[in-house]
């Protein structure tokens, strides 16, 4: 489904990502796992559209996306929910919603609202409230509700756990797998927590320093080696 | 071979100081001998580059290094400007601390109150950032004419004052003989006729802009919808035109309406004709407001070279670059904001000062929004941190008009067309260098060697 | 007069100011840029429409020449000068609109020259007659209310009821997400910038009968809508038609009591003051910015 073939990114003399390849299939969960700075943020930003690659390039579904704009790659079907807070508090929750996917059609877009407020009643209950009061964990829910929005095959969850409490995290994380699994979504997933990452992914990447690290099922990267040095910091 | 110089010794202060001084007095010393081999109106050319470039050396620290853009030079330079007019008035007899140079009192004083000025402009402006600081001192800049014309018999209202400048030693020429000094003739002039009637004019526009007095615009009054008014107004306009047509030369590369630089111009135009009138030391008047106006900015260009290139500049550039870093470390951008503008105010006051003596006449005219915005230009086209850029810049707002002038009536234009010419060179060149060269002619220029001589 | 007839003939100017103000709005909230060529865009369109008005004779085709006018103008700026500056410090991008502000004063005064012109208005300038005298009110004076007013409801409905409006909002508050959402977030800067260009064009040709046309004579109006947007904190519309309508008032009020040369230092002396008392209000963002 998306294909990443030596992508290299850098900011000035910064080289973020150096010769990354790998693959994300449809219907599971993949992780991209590693410590801070290792690049990860930034591969889902160029994937995005936001970063332009140094060299590589980004093939989906046949087709060459990297060096396009952000918002005709969303067009295309990926999705990525940013780092951090990705809401826009100046805005009603259901206005941040309606946001995602305007292109879209009436009834297609009427579809996904429906399948985001039930996903998340959370949304409903305070669809005309300011995106700012929502709490972190209803906020993260709302930025997840709004790439959905925009009807993807391919969802980037960057870190949609930070600063939110385990259940939350639990809850949301299970979510996802459960979409990826029952509409065919693939999901590709940054996380710190390992382990939380392996749990709900089929398969993981590890990021160090920019380049791969390593890759392979959730089990195979929990035993491994590679993994336990990047982690314990004595890593290459 | 180059010299080893002692660390010890490179450190002292005083090896600063002097490296600056040789450096600034040089630079005034083949301005000063250049100006005596000058014909009468190109030293008047220099006495005025040197006057802007007095005002810009603040505006290098004030929008380059400090990093606030700033419309308010102007009326800085019209604090400075009046008060020098109104004390040297009043002192001309009275010595003062036992000495009987009235004249310099005088521009130590503008540059007092020119500090007081700053602070108060910068002390509002310290809080704002950006766009909101350029739209309070833009506010400035178009209400000081107002301001002025509230104080009639102070600040002598729409007309000005029109000045006798005691600088040169015994005075510009013959003040009590026979002949009358340009300077002398000009302010005449400019406080006769034309002037007052375009003041009038313009003055109206800017008051009668907000005047929605019904009464007023039924009894006509205010131009209307009858197309007869209006014929009758540019067949006015273009008579008068018609009898003065050489007053519409350009020359002082200020950017007024065009009728407050037609005014300016004829002044020019008599310093022209009256030129060569010989002061009791031999010089030519023009040449005396040349030498006084380099010596001024020579006086200004140590000190802000010192500034620049000491603690205080990379105090200025690190407030400007990160606040907040700045902060942390102990260095209060406020504060720091408010000295660039003291600084500045003192630099455009003296520069002011300067003015008041070389047109030897101050009023509200002279320090329109135009004034700044000058002052704005020459500065950004120059290069925003570079008091050569600065030097550059006033040259050029100086030479561009006259030069463009030139060029028009080679090509037949209208004087229309040749009037405007030079601003709208002026703005295209402002958006050009910002969009192209952000450092401005000499800072980029500086760049380009700095990089050919590393490699 | 009155205190009441100073308040009446404040209504019509306070109009024209709020509409400018709102052009500088629009362009605030869609590149984070106060404009300070706009009102040199508004006197470059008047003259234009002052041209066509001569030309055609007819006032409603002048107002829709400088509408089209101050859309094209506006996109031209933005387009060949601010897109290109975006990438620097603060201080370039407003030298800019300086430079822009310059070069359009230079032209407009060799095509059409510095000589006050007259702006003729569409109807009587005079004040109703009623209960035997003249009020300070006029015909002219209820159109260009009428058309700030309406001109501000369409914007409301605009921003706050069609899906365009949401993009454009999306777009000033957070383009990052607007554009992971899919909108196109450079033609809404670009929409935002014709739109100020075509509202500040209106309020050109509105108060143009009412004063003494010149390539200079704007530069008041420039001050008076920046006061006024900003006291309304930039963001909003509401702000600078609330402010803009006030502060045509006050103008008119001290203009009345003691003469209209004033305006300017009230002005000054207003912006001065609430950027003094109130700088956290003109940074701050904890208002709502729906409208
Ligand atoms: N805008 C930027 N400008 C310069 N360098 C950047 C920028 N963004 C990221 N970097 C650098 O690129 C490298 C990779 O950053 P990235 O954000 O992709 O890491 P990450 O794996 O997401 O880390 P984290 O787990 O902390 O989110 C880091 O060294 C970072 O400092
Ligand atoms: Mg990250």
Redesign the interface.
Known sequence: MLRIENLSVSYGAIQALNDVSLEVPPGRVTAVIGANGAGKSTLMRTLAGLEKPQSGQVIFNGEVISGRKPEDIVRMGIALVPEGRSTISELSVEDNLKLGGMWRSHAQRNASLTRVYSLFPILKERHHMGADTLSGGERQQLAIGRALMTGPQLLLLDEPSLGLAPLIVTQILELVALMARDSGLAVLLVEQNATVALRIARTGVVLNLGEVAGSGTSAELLASEELRHIYLGTGS | MSMKIPESIRELPGAFFLRNAIIVSAVAGVFLLINTQLEPTYSFYLAQAAMYATAMFGMVIL?GLS?Q?S?GNGALMAVGAYTFAITSMNWQTVPILGLPWNAVWSVVTAGLVGVIAGLLIGG?GA??????L???T???A??LP??I??FPSFLGGEDGFALRVPFPPGGYAAQDGGEVSAADAAAEEMSNEGFEDFLA?A?G???????????E??TGE?????DE??EF??DE?SLEQESTPDLVQDVDGE?P???ISESEDSFVDLVDESAGVIDLTGFVIEQWQASLAVVMAAIVGFIALNLIRGNQGRIWKAVRDDPVAASLVGLSPQSNKVSAFVISGFFAALAGAVMAQIFAYVGPALFG?TLS?SL??GV?LGG?SSLVGAMVGAAFIVVLPKAMETFAQQLGWED??A??????V??????LV??VL?AGLVGSLMVAIRRRTQR | MTFFDHLLGGIASGSVIALMAIALVLVWRSTRVVNFAQVGQAMFTTFLALAVYRGTGNWLISLIAAILAGAILGLIVHFLVMRPVRRQDGSGAIIATFGVLIALQASASMIWGVDPQAYPPIVDIIGFEAFGRTWPFSRYDVLVLGVTVLLVLLLSVVFTRTSLGLRMRASAFNPTVARLSGVRVSQMLALGWALAGSIGAIAGVLIAPTFSVTPYSFDILLILAFTVAVIGGLDSLVGAVAFGIGTGLVLSLVSGYSDSGNASIVALVLLALNLLLKPEGVFAHHHSRSV
């Open positions: 929008v990093g853009v419309l509002l809080r704002l950032s950006g766009p909101y350029a739209g309070l833009l506010g400035i178009v209400g107002s301001i014309y509230r004019e003055g526009d800017s008051s009668e802009i907000l005047e929605f007095d019904q009464e615009l039924a205010t131009p209307l919808v009858e008014v209006l107004d540019q306009l950017s309406p065009a009728e929004l915005l704005l230009v950004i925003r229309r067309v009037d405007n010419l030079p601003n709208l002026y703005g295209l060149l402002v958006v910002v969009l952000p």
